[in-house]
């Protein structure tokens, strides 16, 4: 991997990152393009630019629906399911396994990014109703001590 010479920020290079976060482009792939800045620099930005911290964040939320329809449009995209043979078209379980993985990793990723909007709901709460008794309990010591002789007595 060739070294990349070093990039100042710009607010021009800086809205050109944030077109590529929302269109659910990754960081590494921005910054493998030509005239991009490394990956550690652009991660740096992020970590002492608070404006371009948040306008980042705000990229890559309009790149989680982006994601979320791109997987949309995988399943929805029939082309190359059949491929034609000498005995016609046949089913090819290869293209659509690879569909499938493409839309898992997508929403895998959805799910820990944006939980809130992407993640499985899970319902906790309660319906119905809960009846409490009042519990009584005796303690009862399992190795008894011994008496004394005297014990109990009121002459002595």
Not at 132 to 150: C, F, L, Q
Request: glycine share 4%; aromatic share 8%.
């Amino acid at each position: 991997m060739d070294p990349k010479l070093p990039v100042e920020y710009s607010e021009l290079l800086a809205e050109t990152i944030f077109e590529y976060l929302s269109e659910g482009i990754s960081m590494k792939m921005i910054c493998a393009k030509p005239g991009m800045p490394s990956y550690s620099t652009a991660r740096r930005w992020e970590r002492t630019r608070k404006d371009y911290a948040e306008k980042a964040m705000m990229a890559r939320t309009v790149g989680y629906h982006y994601l979320a329809d791109e997987c949309l449009e995988i399943a929805d995209d029939a082309t190359n399911d059949y491929i034609d043979t000498n005995r016609g078209p046949q089913f090819d379980s290869e293209h659509v396994r690879r569909s499938q993985l493409r839309i898992d990793t997508r929403m895998r990723l959805l799910e820990k990014w944006a939980p809130m909007l992407y993640g499985q709901k899970i319902d906790h709460s309660h319906s119905g109703t809960v009846k409490v008794e009042k519990i009584k309990y005796v303690i009862i010591d399992p190795a008894p001590k011994p008496v004394a002789p005297d014990a109990g007595r009121t002459d002595v």
